[in-house]
């Protein structure tokens, strides 16, 4: 991503019941010697695609950004910014060939859908910010602030614009990358977006010793990563951190990303330049976005072997991120990091030729991990097994099998991503700060997916959890609901949302041996 990111202040969810009348002047903030004029929608005053950095474009693509320093004239807020370029995503089957009743929570399957899509249109000239706030608040209102990278919807969130996670407009990875210093540029994006909210906030009438980041799956994933930012060091940047489906995830470094880098200049006619990176600043978008097309993505064979993704550059990221927290190198601040239940099954889907066991062992041993010995791999046949009962979506018996090697590349593709990295992340950090974690089976009743990634977002689970915490670090809530304890490692509690019913608690021991070995694996083979 090169980012989009949004602010909201979520206070304003406890103190007002009911919309307000719309006001019909427009609010007005001064940032620096300029006027900026947003827009009243019932309860809220919206400001919206001011820019936080100079246009990513010509010698700025493909570079780390360049804030605004000042800001001079008339801004006009009231409407977002264009949406940053993403790569285009087709499903990679029809989820209708398994049930024939509408779900209204899962997307149309049978359509292209470009990841993070709204509907503004995309342009590369898209790093602006969003602030979204109480409509009376005051600005010495000191209100806590949520800022994710996403236009979330869900509780009127306000967002930074940047390059999404897994795109090749923030995330170009190779030695040429590495050499010009300009690695996980999307990652700077977000840190540059939040030294602009400590800068700007209060004039809005948020509190910058209050900035809580949140985000679902790529977005959970960035907030880990500024957690780890330049070694741990931007703890003036934000006090918490509310995580769905996404943590510190096991990459190596910006060379990772060599085949890709070389398969974007190869389709861009950029072979025969003396400088492969600033050619391709000068490839036209439309070229440049169908070369990027082209390349793996989530829904490919490779599935979560993303092509676009955070690499340790030696400076923003100064290691394999799972190295850092071994290490230490982390911001020390409150964390709630969770997952669902299945979240390998969505993106197994594009493996269905994968039918055999010697097949999965092939797919394993040369998508997933291609370094490592026939030795280093043998664990994991038996620790991820053909046994349908034990695959994804879990305890579904022997149902949901729509290849015999689907339930089982579910299950393994999960936890190498989402499972074992939380798990792994929450060990390391545990007696060093405030964490909770949970764990969701809610929608365990969809077909062939299970609880899958997304599921909780999907049904705003975690929502009234993540006003609570930005408001009071701490999700927990008046009784009588069951109180979320902490997790530490003598007592890995989950607050778990069974099937149906209220929350109850659970062990974070499930699977164990066998996460424990991925993480292992990981360390020694990052993708």
């Given at each position: 991503?090169?980012?989009?990111?949004?602010?909201?202040?979520?206070?304003?969810?406890?103190?007002?019941?009911?919309?307000?009348?719309?006001?019909?002047?427009?609010?007005?903030?001064?940032?620096?010697?300029?006027?900026?004029?947003?827009?009243?929608?019932?309860?809220?005053?919206?400001?919206?695609?001011?820019?936080?950095?100079?246009?990513?474009?010509?010698?700025?693509?493909?570079?780390?950004?360049?804030?605004?320093?000042?800001?001079n004239g008339s801004i006009n807020a009231t409407s977002y910014g264009p949406t940053c370029p993403q790569q285009t995503v087709k499903s990679p089957i029809s989820l209708s060939q398994f049930f024939n009743f509408t779900v209204p929570f899962i997307k149309d399957p049978d359509r292209n859908v470009t990841r993070n899509s709204t509907e503004t249109p995309e342009s590369e000239d898209c790093l602006t910010i969003n602030v979204i706030k109480p409509l009376n608040a005051?600005?010495?209102?000191?209100?806590?602030?949520?800022?994710?990278?996403?236009?979330?919807?869900?509780?009127?969130?306000?967002?930074?614009?940047?390059?999404?996670?897994?795109?090749?407009?923030?995330?170009?990875?190779?030695?040429?990358?590495?050499?010009?210093?300009?690695?996980?540029?999307?990652?700077?994006?977000?840190?540059?977006?939040?030294?602009?909210?400590?800068?700007?906030?209060?004039?809005?009438?948020?509190?910058?010793?209050?900035?809580?980041?949140?985000?679902?799956?790529?977005?959970?994933?960035?907030?880990?990563?500024?957690?780890?930012?330049?070694?741990?060091?931007?703890?003036?940047?934000?006090?918490?951190?509310?995580?769905?489906?996404?943590?510190?995830?096991?990459?190596?470094?910006?060379?990772?990303?060599?085949?890709?880098?070389?398969?974007?200049?190869?389709?861009?006619?950029?072979?025969?330049?003396?400088?492969?990176?600033?050619?391709?600043?000068?490839?036209?978008?439309?070229?440049?976005?169908?070369?990027?097309?082209?390349?793996?993505?989530?829904?490919?064979?490779?599935?979560?072997?993303?092509?676009?993704?955070?690499?340790?550059?030696?400076?923003?990221?100064?290691?394999?991120?799972?190295?850092?927290?071994?290490?230490?190198?982390?911001?020390?601040?409150?964390?709630?990091?969770?997952?669902?239940?299945?979240?390998?099954?969505?993106?197994?889907?594009?493996?269905?030729?994968?039918?055999?066991?010697?097949?999965?062992?092939?797919?394993?041993?040369?998508?997933?991990?291609?370094?490592?010995?026939?030795?280093?791999?043998?664990?994991?046949?038996?620790?991820?097994?053909?046994?349908?009962?034990?695959?994804?979506p879990f305890n579904t018996s022997n149902f949901n099998d729509i290849t015999p090697q689907y339930k089982r590349i579910s299950a393994f593709q999960g936890d190498v991503v989402f499972q074992a990295p939380r798990r792994f992340f929450l060990q390391n950090i545990s007696g060093k700060q405030k964490i909770w974690s949970y764990l969701s089976w809610r929608l365990k009743f969809v077909p062939v997916l299970g609880s899958f990634h997304g599921s909780d977002l999907e049904?705003?689970?975690?929502?009234?959890?993540?006003?609570?915490?930005?408001?009071?670090?701490?999700?927990?809530?008046?009784?009588?609901?069951?109180?979320?304890?902490?997790?530490?490692?003598?007592?890995?509690?989950?607050?778990?949302?069974?099937?149906?019913?209220?929350?109850?608690?659970?062990?974070?021991?499930?699977?164990?041996?066998?996460?424990?070995?991925?993480?292992?694996?990981?360390?020694?083979?990052?993708?």
């Amino acid at each position: 991503m090169r980012l989009l990111l949004s602010i909201t202040f979520l206070q304003f969810y406890a103190v007002f019941c009911s919309p307000l009348d719309q006001v019909t002047v427009s609010p007005t903030v001064t940032l620096d010697s300029a006027t900026v004029t947003g827009i009243n929608q019932g309860a809220l005053s919206k400001f919206l695609g001011i820019p936080y950095a100079e246009p990513p474009v010509g010698e700025l693509r493909f570079n780390l950004p360049r804030a605004v320093t000042s800001y001079n004239g008339s801004i006009n807020a009231t409407s977002y910014g264009p949406t940053c370029p993403q790569q285009t995503v087709k499903s990679p089957i029809s989820l209708s060939q398994f049930f024939n009743f509408t779900v209204p929570f899962i997307k149309d399957p049978d359509r292209n859908v470009t990841r993070n899509s709204t509907e503004t249109p995309e342009s590369e000239d898209c790093l602006t910010i969003n602030v979204i706030k109480p409509l009376n608040a005051s600005a010495d209102a000191k209100l806590p602030v949520v800022v994710v990278d996403s236009n979330g919807e869900a509780l009127e969130v306000t967002m930074i614009k940047a390059h999404g996670l897994s795109t090749a407009w923030g995330f170009l990875a190779s030695q040429e990358v590495q050499d010009a210093g300009v690695g996980n540029a999307g990652l700077v994006d977000q840190y540059v977006a939040l030294q602009w909210v400590q800068k700007y906030i209060s004039v809005f009438g948020g509190d910058p010793s209050k900035v809580t980041l949140w985000g679902q799956s790529a977005g959970a994933i960035s907030a880990s990563m500024q957690m780890l930012a330049y070694g741990g060091n931007s703890s003036d940047l934000f006090r918490g951190a509310f995580m769905q489906s996404g943590a510190p995830i096991p990459v190596g470094n910006l060379t990772g990303g060599q085949q890709y880098y070389d398969q974007l200049v190869n389709a861009t006619n950029c072979t025969d330049s003396d400088n492969t990176l600033s050619c391709l600043r000068n490839v036209p978008q439309d070229q440049l976005k169908a070369a990027v097309d082209d390349t793996p993505n989530y829904f490919s064979y490779d599935a979560l072997v993303l092509a676009w993704s955070p690499r340790a550059d030696g400076v923003f990221l100064q290691d394999n991120p799972q190295k850092l927290v071994q290490e230490g190198k982390i911001v020390n601040v409150p964390v709630v990091s969770g997952n669902v239940d299945d979240e390998g099954t969505l993106f197994s889907l594009s493996s269905r030729n994968v039918t055999t066991d010697e097949q999965f062992r092939e797919y394993v041993s040369t998508v997933w991990v291609p370094g490592a010995s026939e030795s280093e791999l043998e664990p994991l046949w038996d620790y991820y097994p053909s046994t349908l009962s034990q695959g994804s979506p879990f305890n579904t018996s022997n149902f949901n099998d729509i290849t015999p090697q689907y339930k089982r590349i579910s299950a393994f593709q999960g936890d190498v991503v989402f499972q074992a990295p939380r798990r792994f992340f929450l060990q390391n950090i545990s007696g060093k700060q405030k964490i909770w974690s949970y764990l969701s089976w809610r929608l365990k009743f969809v077909p062939v997916l299970g609880s899958f990634h997304g599921s909780d977002l999907e049904i705003n689970l975690l929502d009234d959890y993540l006003v609570r915490f930005v408001n009071n670090l701490d999700p927990n809530g008046p009784s009588p609901r069951l109180t979320w304890p902490e997790y530490t490692t003598e007592s890995p509690q989950l607050y778990t949302f069974p099937i149906t019913g209220r929350p109850e608690l659970s062990q974070d021991t499930y699977r164990e041996a066998p996460m424990q070995y991925l993480m292992n694996l990981s360390l020694s083979h990052p993708l």
